[in-house]
Structure formats: C-alpha cells, structure tokens
C-alpha cells in the first residue's frame, strides 16, 4: 500500500472517529452521571439530523448556521426524557438495571416510529448546502470539507465539554458521579444535576447529528447504525470517561478504515469488534475506565 | 416438610398442565389462518423468551445478542437438511447442540465482563454474526437459503398449508423450555444462578462457582434458542440474515421475558400474549401505511409497561408468598 | 495440638499502603478467636485473606495443614471457610428458605436434601417464623441471623463474621452473642472481627490485635485489656477521631 494512500485512509478514519467520538461522549456522560445506558441514544442523534434537514427544507438555512439551535433543542429534549422517563425508570424498586435498558429502548422504537410518521421511510439528504462537494487538497490526501468541519467541530463539542467541567455546575456533575447520595447533604438537587447531564449528553450527540447530516443520508434507521458503534467506544474507552471516549472513537474509526481498505468493506465492523473484545479481555472496564 | 417452596411447586404443576392443556385445546376452533399463525408466533416466542429467561433472567446475565443462537439455529438444521439430508426433525436437536456449544466460546470472553459492559459486548457478538453471515456465501450470504418443500412429513416438518402440526410443534418447544426451567429453579443450578444474580460476591462465599454457573446457564438458553431457530426456519420456509440474525431479534426474544417477569416461569409466557399480538396487530392494521404508527404503539407499549410494572406482568397475578420471587 | 487455622508471615498490600505486613497465628480447633484492632489496623484485609477473597502478596494460610491462600473464596468455602458480610448481602429476590438453600447445596446435591438441611439450620439460629419470607422484607439483625445461617448451611470447619454484632442495639447483641454461643457449642471453630473492643472480649476465648497492619499482641481477653500497647493503640485512635 503506497505512502499516500495509507495517509489517505488514516484521515478518513481520523474523520470518522471524531464524530464516533462525540456521539459516544454525551452516552459515556449519562452513563458516568447514574450508570443508565441510553438505548435510545442513537434516535437522538437521528432527531438532530431530521430536525437539520427539515429546517433547511423549510427555510433553506445552512446546517452549519443550524447547530446552536439544534444542539439547544436536543438538550431541552434531553432534560424532557429525563423528567418524563429516567427520572421514573431510576426509581423503582426491582429490576432497575433491567428497566432502564427497556425503558431506553422502547423510547428508541417509538422515535424511529414517530420520525417515520412525519417523514416517511426514505432516505433524505441536505443538499447544496455552502461546504458540499468541496474538498481540501493535503498533498495528495484528498479531505472532504464537510467531514473536515464536522471533526472540527466535534473537537470544538469536546473542549466545551471539558470547559463545562470546570465551571461549578461541572463539579456538581463530578460531586454526583463520585457519591450519588452525599451530595444530597451538601445541598445539590440531584435531580436537576441528572437533568443537565441528560440535557448535555443528548445535545453532545445533537451536534454529532447536525454536522453528519453534511454529508450523511437520513432515514428513521440511521441512529440504530450508529448507536453499535457509539456503544463500543464508550466499553472500550471506558464508561463514564470523556477522554476514553476520545480516544477510542479515533482508534475505531482507524480501524474501521484500514479493515475496510486492506481485507473488506462490508466487514469493516468485525474488524472493530474485534479489536473491542481482544481490548476488552484485557482490560475488562475499557481503556481508561476505572478498574 | 411444608414450606412455601414446595406449596409454590405444586401449584406450577398444576398450572401448567392447565395451560398446556388450553394451548392444545386452543387452534381446535379456529379457521382463520392469520390467528393460527398469530398463535404460533406467540407460543414460539414464549419459549424462546423462556430460554432467554435461563440466562437473562434467572442468572440475570441480561443478553442482548440472543439473535446469533436463534440464527445459527435456524441455519444448523437448515443446512444439515439441504447439504447432508438430515431430516429437520433431527436437525432441531443438531441446533439445540450447536447454537449451544457457541456459548460457550461466545460465554469466555463476556463473562469476564459485567453489568453494562457484558451487555454491550453480547451486542457485539450478535452484530459480528449477523455480518460474517452476511459475507458467507457457503450460506447463501445476504441472499439467505430457501427450504424447498418436498412434501407433507413430520420427519422433514413441512406441511402445504395446514398449520395444526406447527402448532404443536411450537408448543412442544414451550412446554419443553417451561419444564427445564421449572426442573431448573428446583436444582442446584437454579439457585446457584439466582444467587449470582443477586449478589455474585455473597455467592462464591457460598461455594458456588460463579463462571461456571454463567457457562451453563448460557449453553442451555443458548441451545433452546438455537432450537427455537431452527423450527422457526422451517416454518417460515426461508431465512437469511436479516430475518434471523439482526440485532433486532435479540431485542424480540428477551422482551417477552422482561415485560412478563424475568426469572419467573409464567412471565415469558405472559409477556409473549400481550407483545406478539399488540406487535402484530398494530403491524397488519396500522403499518400499511407505512407510516411508523406500529412502531410509536409498541416502543410506547413497551415504556409504560416497563415503567408500571417493573417486576413484570406477571406481578398483577402474583400471590402473597410468592412476592420474593417476582422481586 | 495442631491448630486447625494457622496463618503464618501474611502480608498485603493495596497500591502503596501495607494492610497486613507479616502476621502469624494460630486458631485452634474450637475456639472464638477476636480479631480487634483500631480502624485501619488490617482486620478487613486479613480477615478476606482467610475468607479467599483476597490473595496474600507473601505468606501462606493453612486449614488443617492444607494451603488455602491463594484458591480463591469458592474453593475455600467447599473446604470449610465460611463467612459473613460487615455490610449484609442477603440474596433479596428470594425468601429466607432459598437463601439457606444456596449455603446447603454446597454440602447437599439433591434439593430436598439441602432443603432438610437449610430448615434445621433456619431453626438453629432462630428464623423459623421468617422461613418463607424475602429476605429484604428482613430486619437488620434478622439479616445478620440470616448470613449466619446462610454460611452454617455450608457446614464449616470455620465460621468468620465480620463485624456482626456491631450497631445493634443491647437486647439484639445480647441474643447474637447467644447465637454465637450456640455455633461454638456446635465444634464450630470463630474468628470474628469487631472494631469495638468491650463487645468481643467478654466471648472471645483469645483475641488477636492488630495496629497499622501488625499483630500488636495476642492473648486472654484479661491480658489483653491489661497490655499498655493496646490502650496506646485505642485511645490515639479515639483522640484522632
């Protein structure tokens, strides 16, 4: 394999996992806050992108100029799913690890169904917007614009996810990780902190959303794709760690580029499967989860 | 002795042979083939949930990868019968054989794993099947494998059109997973998984060896739902990849299970009667038009039974001594 | 005599702290040994070193000449370790019976078998009226009766509690130091760790006190409560609390 087209293939998989990364990030969040996985985090995802492409239908608006407000809807939405589902999911008194996996997932089916409801079952795209079709020429390597904003803006997504854990509602939200009940006793609604961090994981994946509607088909099922996917990296970066998300959403788009390119491109997934599981019998919390 | 166990075992008895009894007696009146087959799907995925609930609910590993047994099943007898002639009635125990040897491979790496992670990790290996399958031309890839019919016979369980053998053919298949399972939680094994369930510290303190507990309980429900593939390949006719093998089957098959009641021997059963009949109804009545109104019903469906009745359906029938149970 | 329990240069520890820097003692064939000492002192690390939980860095733990260290808890539970929790873990989804049942089954292959020997059990220890009742619908101390009944059904050479008798009230202590009684009474041999020193002394045969990871000294309860060290060792600990 010539210099180039490795170069070639290695930015493709840096691209992509940039934004595995970012749809993994607002899961791992949730999951770090009060140990819910949210099954339905991939149809959030798909939300975004439907919300971009009728948005643009109706007013012909750039999805780029979309993303503060698609990432505001997404956390209303989010902070909505929490008050309405998890909050009740979280109380029970059996099977809550059982319930909240069903809860999630019926939440799932039901988006998917309500998204086909209004937009039907074809696939849509967001065409003609200022960034398609054009390209950055690296020497060779050959950067698709859209995919190039969309990694920049998941890095952007990343550091104002760090900068939100500096500031106080930030040490709120790591106070609630560390003890669920103390912070009860120090005056924190923990309640309102569980909201925030659904509201922040679900805009997270919003902007993910907005930025692949650039340059990806929409269909009801398009979440459900991607949702496998944002699952593995957050196991194998480690659940609850924003840095684990990171980097194994780059590691897997790496990987998924180069099986693609060397062995299979419909078996470009068993290729990061299986580097999840080796990774997995190894370090069984992920890469940087806590032992 | 007398003590709520044994007065609960006779009572399960006696319950089951009235529900057996019922289901038997069941498709005797009906003619209309879209309720025979309604019927059976609901009695075959009763017993699939009840295989899932072996592993998911009794050991309460919950595995979200149940699709590659229920596939690899379908495709073991399926297989047998065109390339070497086994006929399917034997290649249902080849299925049970294989699909549960497989969870034991699939068991070794997942079992190391726990709570969310071992989830998400039996998704994998569900979707990792699902795309070898897809790949694999010795199986007919994505275009899938076409059962021919050569035939009326219980040996090579094909019938034209009648459905009455399939029906007793699915609940031969329940009734055989409700027994193991009740064998089961009278066993041993039963309360070495239950107690991995609960407290997998306390367990090994007890003695109970808590990988090996795991392995078994994932060979059987692997087996059985191998087994249930294996009769739904033939009585669909045709399976490929997608009609057996995606992610989604997993979800179909442990969802009856969840909502009825895990670890409960009437809560796959329960759950299987609400779910198969709201799904499919919903599905012929209001999925014509395509417009995903099937799909909100039954995601909402499963929200607010999951939401309501967290120790399952099978809660609004339960007695006073058996509330440990459904805990 | 040969002592039944004997753990000989045990040491542990977590990341950089010591927890256990070389202990040795011996239990003997029947006795209720006190393991005492100041919080942070080692009881709980050396006390899951007994139990398997926990694999000593060095040093060996034998049970009845045979090494146990190192086997993990399942194996030393079928040889005849069996212990309680400090924090109760009570199997709640199933009755007071089930849980018994899981300890006998250790010992019984059949389940009505184990099911005999859980009921015996269950009215050793004074559970009868409870027998068909979840076991999260318990009582604290019910729970507590419940884990020993539970590790009892395993039929142990060695029963380790940990910290059982403490937070109950003086009527509820009073009837656990009974019941403890009784399991000695049996031939049952005790090692039983409390963090309170008047609890344990007035039942323990012999105590062994442990302080910053190492044994401080052991003895009678009479020598023990005369030993300068160990007054040293308790009051520095309640000043520092």
Redesign the interface.
């Given at each position: 394999m010539p210099v180039a087209e490795i170069l070639q293939v290695a930015a493709g998989g840096l691209l992509m996992g940039l934004i595995y990364a970012l749809v993994a990030a607002g899961l791992s969040l949730i999951?770090g806050l009060m140990?819910v996985?949210n099954f339905a985090h991939g149809e959030l995802m798909m939300l975004a992108m439907y919300a971009v492409f009728a948005i643009w239908q109706l007013t012909g608006a750039d999805p780029l100029l979309l993303l503060p407000v698609v990432a505001v809807l997404l956390f209303g939405l989010g902070m909505a799913i929490y008050r309405g589902?998890i909050a009740?999911?979280l109380s029970?008194?059996?099977?809550?690890?059982?319930?909240q996996?069903?809860?999630t997932?019926?939440?799932?089916?039901?988006?998917?169904?309500?998204?086909?409801?209004v937009w039907?079952?074809e696939f849509r795209s967001v065409t003609g917007h200022w960034l398609a079709d054009r390209s950055l020429n690296l020497g060779g390597v050959f950067l698709p614009l859209p995919q190039v904003a969309a990694s920049l803006v998941c890095l952007a997504a990343f550091a104002g996810l760090l900068m939100v854990s500096r500031t106080e509602f930030g040490k709120a939200l790591e106070a609630t990780r560390e003890d669920r009940d103390a912070v009860a006793l120090i005056g924190i609604d923990r309640d309102r902190i569980f909201a925030m961090g659904w509201g922040l994981g679900a805009g997270a994946v919003g902007i993910a959303g907005v930025m692949l509607a650039g340059f990806y088909y929409v269909g009801?099922n398009v979440g459900?794709s991607f949702a496998?996917i944002a699952?593995?990296t957050?196991?194998l970066g480690g659940?609850g760690s924003m840095l684990g998300a990171l980097v194994a959403g780059v590691l897997i788009g790496e990987v998924e580029a180069f099986t693609a390119a060397l062995w299979?491109p419909?078996?470009k997934?068993?290729g990061v499967?299986?580097v999840?599981?080796l990774v997995?019998?190894f370090r069984?919390?992920?890469l940087f989860g806590k032992m | 002795m007398d003590n709520a166990i044994l007065r609960r075992r006779k009572r399960e008895v006696l319950g089951g042979v009235i529900v057996l009894a019922a289901l038997a007696l069941l498709p005797l009146p009906i003619k209309d083939v879209y309720t025979q087959n309604l019927i059976i799907i609901t009695v075959l995925f009763a017993g699939l949930a009840q295989a899932w609930n072996i592993l998911g609910g009794y050991c309460g590993q919950?595995s979200?990868g149940h699709a590659l047994y229920f596939g690899v099943g379908g495709y073991v007898s399926t297989l047998l019968y065109l390339k070497a002639g086994l006929p399917p009635s034997l290649g249902l125990f080849a299925a049970f054989g294989v699909s549960g040897l497989l969870a034991l491979p699939v068991g070794w790496?997942c079992f190391?794993?726990?709570?969310?992670?071992y989830?998400?990790?039996t998704?994998?290996?569900g979707?990792?099947g699902y795309?070898?399958f897809?790949?694999w031309d010795f199986v007919g890839g994505a275009t899938g494998v076409f059962i021919p019919f050569h035939g009326e016979s219980w040996a090579q369980l094909q019938f034209k059109t009648a459905k009455l053998p399939y029906h007793y053919l699915v609940l031969a298949f329940a009734a055989a997973t409700w027994l193991t399972a009740f064998l089961l939680e009278g066993s041993r094994w039963g309360f070495a998984w239950r107690a991995v369930k609960d407290d997998v510290t306390a367990a090994r303190s007890l003695g109970v060896n808590i990988f090996s507990s795991k392995m078994a309980a994932a060979a059987l429900s692997g087996g059985f739902t191998g087994m249930g593939g294996a009769i739904y390949a033939q009585y669909v006719g045709y399976i490929d990849p997608d009609s057996v093998l995606a992610?989604h089957f997993s979800?179909l098959i442990a969802?009856p299970a969840?909502?009825g009641g895990?670890s409960t021997l009437w809560g796959p059963l329960i759950g299987a009667a609400v779910l198969m009949p709201a799904s499919e109804l919903s599905r012929s009545y209001l999925g014509g038009s395509?417009?995903?109104?099937?799909?909100?019903?039954?995601?909402?469906?499963?929200?607010i039974v999951?939401?309501a009745r967290?120790?399952?359906l099978v809660s609004l029938f339960g007695r006073k001594d058996d509330h440990a149970r459904?805990? | 005599m040969p002592a039944l329990l004997e753990i000989s240069h045990v040491s542990k520890r977590f990341g950089g702290v010591a927890a256990n820097v070389d202990i040795s003692f011996d239990v003997q064939q029947g006795e209720i040994l006190g393991l005492i000492g100041p919080n942070g002192a080692g009881k709980t690390s050396l006390f899951n070193s007994i139990a398997g939980e926990v694999t000593p860095d060095s040093g060996e733990i034998r049970l009845d000449g045979v090494k146990l260290s190192g086997l993990g808890p399942v194996a030393c539970a079928q040889r005849g370790v069996a212990r309680t929790f400090q924090v109760v873990r009570s199997f709640d989804?199933m009755t007071v019976l089930e849980n018994v049942m899981v300890g006998a089954f250790a010992k019984h292959a059949s389940s009505r078998a184990a099911m005999r020997a859980a009921v015996d059990v269950i009215a050793f220890c004074g559970l009868s009226p409870r027998m068909d009742r979840p076991a999260w619908s318990l009582s604290p101390p019910e729970k507590r009766r419940l884990e020993v009944a539970r590790a009892l059904a395993t039929e142990p050479r060695v029963l380790l509690l940990d910290e059982m008798l403490t937070g109950l009230t003086p009527t509820e202590a009073q009837s656990g130091v009974q019941l403890i009684r009784d399991v000695q009474a049996r031939g049952i041999t005790i090692v039983m760790v409390e963090h309170v020193m008047e609890i344990v002394l007035p039942l323990v045969g012999r105590a062994v006190v442990l302080n910053l990871g190492q044994v401080l000294t052991i003895g009678t309860p009479a020598e023990i409560v005369k030993n300068p060290d160990v007054i040293r060792a308790y009051l520095g600990d309640r000043y520092a609390a």
């Open positions: 999951f140990d996985v589902l009740r999911a029970v008194q059996f099977n809550r690890g059982m319930v996996i069903f809860v997932f019926g939440l799932a089916i039901f988006i998917r169904g309500a998204a086909q409801f039907g079952g009801p459900a496998v699952y593995v957050v196991a659940f299979e419909s078996l997934q068993v499967f299986a999840y599981l997995l019998t069984p919390r992920g | 919950i979200l790496p190391r794993l726990s709570g969310h992670y989830a998400i990790a998704v994998v290996v979707e990792i795309l070898l897809l790949n992610g979800i969802l969840v909502l895990v395509g417009r995903g109104v099937d799909l909100m019903l039954y995601g909402g469906l499963i929200v999951a939401l967290p120790q399952g459904i805990a | 989804s």
